[in-house]
């Protein structure tokens, strides 16, 4: 099993992206999926959760600008940010977990990808 994120850089502070995460060897349908992000000397913190019935959960720091979503089919997930902050600096990583509970978070989770960084100016 696998999770591999992209879709991450750098951008100036009101602008957008648009995070992916494939995953190999999950059924979308069946796992809790979650994005959670890291800034340097920060815990990793939760972002936003998706159960599979595709029911989100958002940190209050992130609602009304972010959107999670996923392609059940397609095995992957995705995380629109809009109107970023400097604030939304972060290393950003998806993770799954093989329950229809979508815990907020990071602990709650064992599979985990490599991450993508996230940089606003």
């Known amino acids: 099993v696998q999770l591999v994120e992209s879709g991450g850089g750098s951008v100036q502070a009101g602008g957008s992206l648009r995070l992916s995460c494939v995953g190999s060897g999950y059924n979308f349908s069946m796992h809790c999926m979650g994005w959670f992000r890291q800034a340097p000397g920060k815990e990793r913190e939760g972002v936003a959760t998706i159960d599979p019935y595709g029911i989100s959960r958002y940190a209050d720091s992130v609602k009304g600008r972010f959107a999670i979503s996923k392609d059940n089919a397609g095995n992957t997930l995705y995380l629109q940010m809009n109107a970023l902050k400097f604030e939304d600096t972060a290393m950003y990583y998806c993770?799954?977990?093989?329950?229809?509970?979508?815990?907020?978070?990071?602990?709650?989770?064992?599979?985990w990808g490599q991450g993508t960084q996230v940089t606003v100016s």
């Open positions: 993770a799954a977990r093989s329950t229809y509970d979508c815990p907020p978070s990071p602990g709650g989770y064992k599979d």
